[in-house]
């Protein structure tokens, strides 16, 4: 299995169990509702982004409709995130 710094596990009555898929840089995925594909509407947007920092840390970040909820950081050599404060 590759390795991506960003996993999607996507739980749906379309699978019979979970499906997941790996993303590198960032991952956006535009929810629609509505009653079919060609009529919908766009409901919302969600972003997952990964960064390298300078010093080798790594930091998370989700957005939704292009406004930061959650950020977490990944020291460098370490196992556990430290959730920050959403700037």
């Not at 991952?27 to 766009?42: A, C, K, L």
């Not at 920092?53 to 977490?72: C, H, M, P, S, T």
Request: aromatic share 10%.
């Amino acid at each position: 299995m590759k390795q991506y710094p960003i996993w999607n596990i996507v739980t749906s009555c379309i699978y019979k169990g979970n499906k997941s898929y790996g993303v590198r840089e960032h991952g956006e995925v535009e929810v629609r509702v509505g009653t079919s594909s060609r009529n919908s509407h766009i409901f919302l947007k969600h972003k997952t982004t990964h960064k390298i920092l300078e010093n080798g840390d790594r930091e998370y970040r989700f957005y939704v409709d292009d406004e930061l909820i959650k950020r977490a950081l990944l020291p460098k050599g370490k196992k556990e995130a430290h959730f920050l404060e959403a700037k």
